[in-house]
């Protein structure tokens, strides 16, 4: 199984809908979780954090199943601009060589259409 | 403005030369990290370092050699013995390990 999956997409929305993103991991002991989005030829930048919770931030909403080991990200009312790729990535535990590291998904691409 | 700056953007080599990318950050972070990044794969942990003069291999080091004199500064050297150096080089960095890690705008290399 890979460490952390992602349905690559893409996902071709029109403008005002709701899309769902899921990602499962592998690891059932990693600590933290995050979505990254990443436009063409850019830079990942962070979205947000995933809260055992669940968290929302404007239109976005992420929850964490750490039963299922699944995460997931909502956007609710698609923007022209919400078109990128959207990264799962996964924190594993402390490994006692000081490593904290990020397991990346390959992404899933977003296209909003008008 | 506080970041992290990556220089070049794009940069072409011929095969069998060495050549090291810049990555300087000003957010006075203690960590910095280098990633690699192919199409249609997710990134991978080149180098890592959690403190000056302190560096740690990630998953794919091999052909890679890194630096870390000064805190805002962690240097990539990617050397003749790296079989497939073409791809999108990221640095990031974070205030430890367990922090979230911010990227630089990356580096484009194409070896020829």
């Known amino acids: 199984r890979k460490e952390v999956e992602q349905d690559p997409g893409p996902f071709n929305v029109p403008e005002g809908a709701t899309v769902a993103f899921n990602c499962t991991y592998s690891n059932s002991a990693s600590q933290s979780f995050f979505w990254y989005r990443q436009d063409c030829r850019k830079e990942p930048k962070l979205l947000m954090s995933v809260y055992s919770s669940g968290n929302e931030d404007g239109r976005f909403t992420a929850q964490l199943n750490r039963a299922s080991q699944y995460i997931s990200l909502l956007i609710r009312d698609s923007k022209l601009s919400d078109s990128a790729t959207y990264l799962c990535?996964?924190?594993?535990?402390?490994?006692?060589?000081?490593?904290?590291?990020?397991?990346f998904g390959k992404g899933t691409k977003l296209s909003v259409i008008p | 403005d506080g970041g992290i700056t990556q220089s070049p953007k794009y940069l072409f080599r011929k095969e069998g030369q060495n050549v090291t990318l810049s990555c300087e950050q000003n957010?006075?972070?203690?960590?910095m990290y280098w990633y690699r990044q192919d199409p249609g794969q997710g990134l991978r942990l080149i180098y890592y370092s959690q403190i000056v003069n302190d560096f740690q291999k990630g998953d794919i080091a091999e052909g890679y050699s890194v630096s870390r004199e000064k805190k805002e500064s962690f240097p990539l050297t990617v050397t003749s013995a790296q079989k497939n150096p073409t791809a999108f080089y990221l640095c990031a960095s974070s205030t430890g390990l367990a922090g979230e890690q911010y990227f630089g705008p990356g580096t484009r290399l194409t070896v020829t």
């Open positions: 990535v996964v924190r594993g535990t402390y490994s006692g060589a000081g490593s904290y590291q990020l397991t």
């Open positions: 957010l006075n972070h203690d960590a």
